[in-house]
């Protein structure tokens, strides 16, 4: 069936350190790949996407690449801040009919200053 | 624009309860989708609506149903409560033509079963 996968948290990094939230899919056809973001005490948000293989979604400092070989989609981001800590969701979208979208169970980020 | 709102915040009942809760979509949206997010879990898709009818549903009983008004703010009712049935309820929006890329999400209803 399709899934997501992700690392499971929580990941506690210092300020300014180097993020990386691996992703991996299970997917029937091409999916469409997302990262959404949720703050404490608010919704869902949508942080980028990637729509094809090879595509880079970027957005706030944070980027993933779309990879059809090893079907990834890990968050990236230079330089983390104290206000990044939430909870990140990896997810797909199957491009047909299907109109959900499928969840992986999220990672918790804590920065510390 | 005060975004996509949902109603109650937060929610207390019984098992064998039922329970109502509300969504506005944003300004312009006429698609609503509702998910369900058990705690330390990812949201788990229950079911859309658009032009008042179900148009799709995820793997859900049929204690879940819902409803949309032709001002395009849905309800969810979950009959029979559960325990299981304590999870965060979101709610997400999506504009006339758009697609789920463009879904925009409420704060969700916290419901709790005891």
């Known amino acids: 069936g399709n899934s997501v996968t992700q690392m499971e948290g929580p990941v506690t990094l210092s300020e300014e350190a180097f993020l990386t939230i691996n992703c991996t899919y299970t997917a029937t056809g091409y999916p469409s790949l997302f990262w959404y973001v949720q703050y404490p005490g608010e919704g869902l948000q949508l942080l980028l996407k990637a729509t094809k293989a090879d595509d880079k979604g970027s957005n706030k400092g944070f980027e993933a690449t779309y990879r059809k070989e090893t079907t990834s989609f890990h968050l990236e981001k230079g330089s983390v801040q104290v206000s990044d800590s939430a909870v990140y969701f990896c997810?797909?979208?199957?491009?047909?009919?299907?109109?959900?979208?499928?969840f992986g169970k999220g990672t918790r980020l804590h920065i510390l200053p | 624009d005060a975004g996509v709102t949902q109603s109650p915040t937060h929610l207390i009942k019984t098992r064998g309860q039922q329970v109502t809760l509300r969504c506005s979509p944003k300004s312009g949206h006429d698609t609503v989708s509702w998910y369900q997010q058990a705690l330390g879990q990812g949201p788990q898709f229950i079911f859309q609506y658009y032009e008042e009818e179900e148009r799709q549903r995820g793997n859900f009983p049929d204690r879940f149903s819902g409803h949309q008004f032709p001002n395009y703010s849905s309800e969810l009712n979950v009959n029979a409560l559960l325990l299981g049935d304590s999870a965060l309820y979101l709610c997400?929006?999506?504009?006339?033509?758009?697609?789920?890329?463009?879904?925009?999400f409420g704060p969700g209803t916290r419901l709790t079963v005891l």
């Open positions: 997400a929006s999506s504009p006339a033509g758009g697609t789920t890329d463009t879904q925009y």
């Open positions: 997810a797909l979208r199957l491009m047909n009919r299907d109109d959900k979208i499928i």
